[in-house]
């Protein structure tokens, strides 16, 4: 699964690489009570590498299911 996760008054979003088995449905209630009590939300990446963002901060969430066919370059 990717995570996109815009922050405000930047124009450049975090991307991350989450582990096959993170649960999207966990992550949005996480997500959720991060922006409304203006918490932290901790996210581990696929590699466990660890990233707070404020909820404060936080303009919008993308999560995608990873696409192992992705394709990339001008022959796709």
């Not at 203006?38 to 707070?52: F, Q």
């Not at 303009?59 to 990873?66: G, H, K, Q, T």
Request: no cysteine.
């Amino acid at each position: 699964m990717d995570l996109r996760i815009g922050i405000k008054q930047n124009p450049q979003a975090i991307e991350l690489a989450l582990p096959e088995e993170a649960d999207a449905t966990a992550l949005k209630k996480e997500v959720e009570q991060a922006v409304s009590a203006s918490e932290l939300l901790w996210v581990a990446d696929k590699d466990g590498n660890e990233t707070a963002i404020s909820g404060e901060q936080i303009a919008f969430i993308e999560i995608r299911s990873a696409d192992k066919d992705r394709k990339i370059g001008f022959g796709a």
